[in-house]
């Protein structure tokens, strides 16, 4: 463990610690990545730590009987041994041991030692995956208050604002017990109260907030920001830049489900943009949308969904020169005209209303592919959106100029310490080892996994998926068992309610529509013969407890719908049931024409298997299963090829950036 003050503001690092880039060449990449994979076979699934349990242990011991009072008494010499001595493994113990103390007190939940292993695990810089429903929420403050007491700023990353400030009031009781002042950042909050809020002991926030605060500390630092120029500027100036800064620096950060935020968001830049408003330019993109729909799919153009693009050909282009004629103006540039073209067929044809977006209120608004939620303040650049608002006739707003951009991968490599939890991420260890230099180490479970899986079922059509998915549905239901159903998109999940609304059976939908009832349909999925469709991860965070007499019925049934570009996200779906030792089963029923396996094999692979079965009922288990898992798999290669080339575009834009004077 390293020394506290290597990890927190001060004479060393400076009012604003944070790592500089970590630039790897192709070469130290791949012995990288081939190190992460050694790493995690080798040590992945042995925490170890076994004395530093027995510690914590023998700690405890010392504290049992104490009163309140009493043990508000230690916490002083504590904190001051930790700001001082550091992390040592003598001083962790003991704070371990006054937490789990203190947090059966306080918040009622008295840690296990699994949970002691989690947070030791994360404490030292690492990945803790630990199986859903094994108390994430209360393993973080292990970590974060033991680095808060040694005066490390922490930082706790989670997926959406209402966990934010449920685990920020959740917790609340055991942080105050050690006089740790706690602040969370959500959407709408003005600056000082976001700096307000960082420059608590610990800090509640999403990833995205996080990441669009750094960049506006970036905008204001502009290209001069070593700390002795901020100090020598604090001496000579009423209110120097270095006293408007949001955050504290870099130091410590804790993210939950991170792969979901370290991996699959990591495909996409996080940008600070102006908006630039021009009727000429909305005019343009309408003009765009109107020439598109004049293109033939086949002859003028071709659609490549799995890499969300589309390509002109030659035809296409004469047909879109000829369609532009009569416009002029900027129509007249051969390179500009294809782009726009080509940016207004990716508008009609990539991008659907229910699975990529939704209109609300008369305006386009983003859904996160990887939680389902809708994302009111983000918008697609390089013109994408606006086309979209053109092609669904939306006022069309002005298009954006970006001020600063970052990606993920750059971001969180700059933390002194990052760690992270997530119940899925030893397939993806290899890349977390690569891009962050970040271990993953799988904690074992509190009780024994009762979890069952069911065979896969794969049919060759959607309307035959759907048919056996409703009667999967209703057995379960008549049998007395909740069941989960997880779809990918807002169409799919209104499809099927429609489907077993027609069928008779009584269910609630989750998706995007309905995002403000999330936490309380996911907690109700648990009832007796309840039925919950839901997108995606949505209700992430939200225990499902079984209601009396379901155990002893088979438990929570969870049924997944499609597969999704990554087996993790299946696991993640699948471990919604059969939690903390609890009785339950899984299962996918899917089809050749779901998204992730038609983007790989397309209508032919379709007629194929249409060709050589021709029977009613699922193609067989083996010959199904393994053309669907090695579609998955595809994208999962695809899709880490994306982020690979994200990480080397960032590296090169920072290189131009800071030649320039840029900041980011």
């Known amino acids: 463990?390293?020394?506290?003050?290597?990890?927190?503001?001060?004479?060393?690092?400076?009012?604003?610690?944070?790592?500089?880039?970590?630039?790897?060449?192709?070469?130290?990449?791949?012995?990288?990545?081939?190190?992460?994979?050694i790493r995690q076979r080798a040590y992945g699934r042995n925490p170890g730590h076994a004395e530093f349990l027995a510690q914590v242990n023998a700690a405890a011991r010392t504290l049992e009987g104490l009163a309140d009072a009493q043990l508000r008494e230690q916490v002083p010499e504590l904190r001051r041994r930790l700001y001082s001595e550091g992390l040592q493994e003598e001083l962790v113990a003991r704070a371990f041991a006054m937490i789990r103390e203190v947090a059966e007190r306080r918040v009622k939940m008295r840690p296990f030692d699994v949970q002691l292993l989690g947070g030791r695990v994360m404490l030292d810089g690492k990945i803790a995956e630990m199986e859903t429903g094994e108390g994430k929420t209360l393993t973080a403050t292990l970590p974060a208050c033991t680095a808060a007491l040694a005066g490390i700023p922490v930082h706790i990353v989670t997926v959406n604002d209402f966990l934010v400030m449920r685990d920020a009031a959740w917790m609340g009781p055991l942080y105050k017990f050690f006089g740790l002042k706690v602040g969370t950042i959500t959407e709408g909050m003005d600056l000082e109260a976001r700096r307000a809020a960082y420059a608590c002991d610990i800090t509640y926030c999403t990833n995205k907030q996080l990441v669009f605060d750094y960049l506006k500390d970036r905008l204001m630092l502009g290209h001069e920001a070593r700390p002795l120029h901020l100090q020598l500027e604090g001496l000579h100036t009423e209110r120097p830049r270095a006293a408007r800064l949001l955050l504290r620096g870099l130091c410590f950060v804790i993210v939950d489900e991170a792969?979901?935020?370290?991996?699959?968001?990591?495909?996409?830049?996080?940008?600070?943009?102006?908006?630039?408003?021009?009727?000429?330019?909305?005019?343009?993109?309408?003009?765009?949308?109107?020439?598109?729909?004049?293109?033939?799919?086949?002859?003028?153009?071709?659609?490549?969904?799995?890499?969300?693009?589309?390509?002109?050909?030659?035809?296409?282009?004469?047909?879109?020169?000829?369609?532009?004629?009569?416009?002029?103006?900027?129509?007249?540039?051969?390179?500009?005209?294809?782009?726009?073209?080509r940016r207004a067929l990716s508008a009609l044809y990539l991008f659907q209303r229910d699975k990529q977006y939704l209109l609300r209120g008369g305006k386009v608004q983003i859904i996160d592919e990887y939680t389902g939620r809708v994302m009111a303040d983000r918008s697609w650049e390089r013109g994408l959106h606006q086309m979209i608002e053109a092609k669904e006739g939306c006022p069309i707003t002005g298009q954006q100029e970006t001020l600063a951009r970052i990606s993920y991968q750059r971001f969180f490599r700059r933390y002194l310490r990052l760690a992270g939890m997530?119940?899925?991420?030893?397939?993806?260890?290899?890349?977390?080892?690569?891009?962050?230099r970040l271990p993953v180490v799988s904690i074992p479970t509190n009780r024994p996994v009762r979890r069952l899986r069911l065979p896969d079922e794969v049919y060759v059509t959607a309307d035959e998926?759907?048919?056996?998915?409703?009667?999967?549905?209703?057995?379960?239901?008549?049998?007395?068992?909740?069941?989960?159903?997880?779809?990918?998109?807002?169409?799919?999940?209104?499809?099927?309610?429609?489907?077993?609304?027609?069928?008779?059976?009584?269910?609630?939908?989750?998706?995007?529509?309905?995002?403000?009832?999330?936490?309380?349909?996911?907690?109700?999925?648990?009832?007796?013969?309840?039925?919950?469709v839901a997108t995606n991860m949505a209700g992430r965070g939200t225990d499902i407890r079984l209601a009396p007499g379901v155990a002893e019925a088979g438990g929570l049934h969870v049924l997944a719908t499609e597969r999704h570009d990554a087996r993790r996200i299946d696991r993640q779906l699948f471990g919604r049931g059969g939690r903390q030792g609890d009785p339950g089963s899984f299962q996918s029923i899917v089809s050749l024409e779901d998204e992730v396996v038609h983007g790989i094999y397309g209508d032919r692979g379709v007629r194929l298997a249409r060709h050589f079965w021709r029977k009613a009922g699922p193609i067989p288990h083996p010959l199904g299963n393994r053309a669907v898992t090695l579609a998955q798999h595809m994208a999962e290669r695809h899709h880490a090829g994306i982020r690979r080339q994200l990480l080397r575009a960032d590296d090169q834009l920072s290189d131009l950036l800071a030649f320039t004077g840029r900041p980011e």
């Open 259 to 341: 792969d979901s935020v370290l991996i699959d968001e990591a495909r996409t830049p996080l940008i600070i943009s102006n908006v630039v408003d021009s009727a000429e330019s909305k005019q343009m993109y309408a003009e765009a949308i109107t020439m598109a729909r004049q293109l033939v799919s086949g002859s003028d153009f071709s659609i490549h969904p799995r890499e969300r693009d589309v390509e002109l050909t030659e035809r296409g282009k004469r047909h879109a020169a000829e369609l532009a004629e009569p416009f002029g103006g900027i129509w007249i540039g051969p390179r500009r005209r294809e782009e726009l073209i």
């Open 1 to 37: 463990m390293s020394s506290a003050s290597a990890l927190r503001p001060g004479i060393a690092l400076g009012s604003y610690p944070q790592r500089g880039d970590l630039r790897d060449g192709w070469f130290d990449r791949a012995a990288a990545g081939l190190a992460g994979f």
């Open 422 to 436: 997530t119940g899925t991420a030893r397939e993806v260890a290899r890349e977390l080892w690569a891009v962050y």
């Open 465 to 532: 998926k759907w048919a056996a998915i409703v009667e999967s549905v209703r057995r379960f239901h008549t049998a007395g068992r909740p069941v989960l159903v997880g779809t990918r998109s807002v169409a799919a999940s209104e499809h099927l309610s429609g489907l077993l609304s027609a069928s008779g059976l009584p269910h609630r939908v989750l998706n995007a529509r309905q995002d403000q009832e999330e936490a309380e349909v996911i907690a109700n999925a648990g009832v007796r013969g309840c039925i919950t």
